[in-house]
């Protein structure tokens, strides 16, 4: 049997960068004589196998063909005739079909190296069609790659379209599309992603709230970029920049999803955009079963996040609920997460970038001051119950007042 380096290792070390994750393949040997070398078989109908000692996955060479929608809808084909070629000739991107012998050797039939030479992401076969995912992971690629350079080939971007209009991607099961979605998100530049989805006519297949927000204005006075869903990018964009976590992404991505349902005359403004957004943003959540902690900063940001910005002016009441909403006493990390997610909102505005968000500090100790409030005393003067809660909630106010006054003067 011979052994080969493919796919991201081979890439990523022909562009210079480090390679995290090898995957191998392996041709001309039988699953029986993978075993009996004490690899261990990853699935009952799948050839492919994790190393003994590394962990790292070995694929018998194989072939694919189609049988039916999404991804159930596949037939493999693996035995020892399978040639490299043939097993490179299913894999979706040029660049990612190459493999390496142990003495870094190329084989490179589809012209790969080309390619990233010349910075494109191109398709290796009109078999790409076959698997919808390929259209996410193609922007993905996009965007974690854009800072070199790549773009994507016109005629890959065209059958992306096909595929988008094809009604194949909603034949995807929600946890492939949230694994490439969440890795999207955490490349460098996901609003690339999102803007290589929109291209394609995936965006409006897959969120079609996000890409409602295209086309609608905003106030100039606020929003130089006057447009939705220009912003949304931008927020996204300052979100990598800040090295955010995923939460925080996927709350910015989603905030002013409330912007698209604002009937044409009462553009640019958008009125309670925050409250109407709340079944727009639950709907996307659900839609790709988002963890948890997504689901809930991606609500709270959408429905607060002009709270935040109006920190400076709130009552002290207001700030209270506000707190209390994001129950800060035993969740401090969300709330400050909602801090930063407001604080990339304010500055994902064209020209704004670099402005100061005071809100956030103001927040921060807001926050504290009415974490400060002890609750020993209270059960020592006797309150139980409801009645702590209230008498709680009345010493957090008067701590915030007194908060409100030192900050002003
Ligand atoms: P990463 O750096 O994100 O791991 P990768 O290219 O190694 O990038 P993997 O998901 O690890 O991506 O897949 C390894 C290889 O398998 C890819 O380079 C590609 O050749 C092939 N591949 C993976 N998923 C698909 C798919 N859905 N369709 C076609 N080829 C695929
Ligand atoms: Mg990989």
Redesign the pocket.
């Known amino acids: 049997m011979q052994i080969y380096k493919?796919?991201?290792?081979v890439?990523?070390r022909l562009l210079g960068k480090p390679v995290?994750?090898i995957?191998w393949v392996v041709v001309g040997a039988t699953a029986e004589e993978m075993l009996a070398q004490g690899f261990r078989p990853v699935g009952a109908d799948f050839p492919v196998f994790l190393h003994p000692k590394s962990g790292e996955?070995y694929a018998l060479a194989r072939t694919e063909r189609k049988s039916g929608r999404g991804y159930g809808g596949f037939t493999f084909h693996a035995s020892p005739e399978v040639t490299l070629e043939e097993d490179?000739i299913?894999?979706?991107?040029t660049?990612?079909?190459m493999a390496e012998d142990d003495q870094q050797n190329l084989t490179d039939p589809y012209h790969g190296q080309r390619d990233l030479d010349d910075r494109i992401l191109r398709h290796?076969s009109p078999a790409?069609a076959e698997?919808p995912?390929?259209v996410l992971?193609v922007a993905?690629?996009a965007a974690?790659y854009a800072e070199l350079g790549f773009k994507v080939a016109p005629e890959t971007l065209e059958l992306m379209r096909e595929l988008s209009e094809s009604g194949e991607l909603e034949a995807l099961t929600a946890e492939r599309s949230w694994k490439e979605i969440s890795?999207a998100l955490m490349e460098n530049q996901p609003q690339v992603f999102i803007q290589v989805l929109r291209d394609c006519g995936a965006l409006k297949v897959l969120m079609p709230e996000v890409d409602a927000l295209f086309g609608v204005p905003q106030p100039e006075a606020h929003h130089p970029e006057i447009d939705s869903g220009i912003h949304t990018l931008s927020v996204l964009e300052q979100a990598a920049l800040h090295q955010q976590p995923l939460t925080v992404r996927w709350a910015c991505l989603l905030h002013d999803l409330g912007k698209g349902l604002t009937p044409e005359e009462e553009w640019p403004r958008h009125i309670a955009h925050e409250h109407k957004g709340l079944k727009l943003i639950k709907a996307v959540n659900e839609r790709f079963k988002a963890p948890k902690d997504c689901q809930e900063l991606a609500l709270l940001v959408g429905q607060y996040h002009t709270h935040g910005h109006r920190a400076l002016e709130l009552k002290a009441s207001t700030l209270l609920e506000l707190l209390q909403s994001f129950d800060v006493y035993r969740r401090p990390q969300r709330f400050e997460e909602f801090i930063v997610a407001c604080e990339m909102d304010a500055r994902g505005r064209k020209g704004l970038e670099q402005r100061s968000y005071p809100q956030a500090d103001y927040l921060r100790g807001a926050a504290s001051a009415a974490r400060g409030v002890a609750v020993q005393p209270l059960l020592e003067k006797g309150f139980q119950g409801p009645e702590l809660g209230e008498a709680l909630k009345r010493e957090r106010l008067k701590a915030l007042k007194a908060y409100k006054e030192s900050a002003s003067s």
């Open positions: 493919v796919g991201g290792a890439r990523d995290t994750d995957d996955e490179l299913r894999r979706d991107l660049i990612n079909a290796v790409f698997d995912l390929r992971r993905r690629f974690r890795r």
